[in-house]
């Protein structure tokens, strides 16, 4: 625990020198281009593509930077980001970061147990809480570039739970698709322990989870 409070501390202070400061305002004129797939206040209207609204400044353009450099693989956003500069970068993660998002409706029969995930792992299999990373409210941690879950669409992170378990577990094939721009492999070592019922249960239960809570 002391080592990871340490790695969070280290990372916001490295952070807070590197990135360019945002403008909202910039953002939002920048922001035009995504409308069509992440909404125009940054809530998407299809649960493939991911709201952007709330979500952390740091994961923002780390993001946007992932797919620009290759290391995140993505035939539609690879020319949307192909020519924005670090301030465009910055300037987009501000706009969406001073969004809300809308929060959704998780499936009541799978709460108990997404919830039970989310707060508390799967011991059993050395899953940990996800809440240990994403705060109890699903509020993220930007300063460590751990990203705000609560409200996401379940559909876009069972597919990146899966992206993530895939790349996790080694699995071959040209379908398969994989992620692995998380740092220190973290998402995929936890993903690779989890089983499809319980990526669906914990996907669900964030979609209607709300920081406010």
Known sequence: MKCLKLFVLLAATAVSHAM??????????????C??????????????WPSLAGQGEKYLV???QAFKDGDRQNALM???????????????????????????????????QGERIYRGGVIADGVPACSGCHGPAGEGVDGAGFPALAG???????????????????????NVVKRTNDP??????????????????????????STEE
């Open 152 to 174: 996401q669409h379940a559909q876009y992170l069972e597919i990146q739970l899966k992206a993530f378990r895939a790349a996790g577990r080694g699995d071959l094939g040209d």
């Open 184 to 209: 220190q492999e973290m998402m995929r070592t936890v993903a690779a322990k989890m089983s499809d019922t319980e990526i669906k249960a914990v996907a669900s239960f964030l979609n209607g989870l």
């Open 78 to 112: 690879a020319p949307m980001v192909a020519n924005l500069s670090e301030q465009d970068m910055a300037d987009l993660a501000a706009y969406f970061s001073a969004q809300t998002i809308k929060v959704g409706q998780a499936d009541p029969e799978l709460v108990e």
């Open 35 to 48: 409308a069509a797939c992440h909404g125009a206040d940054g809530n998407s209207p299809s649960g493939e």
């Open 62 to 64: 780390e993001q946007i």
């Open 20 to 33: 360019a400061a945002g403008d909202v305002d910039a953002g939002k004129e920048k922001s035009q281009p």
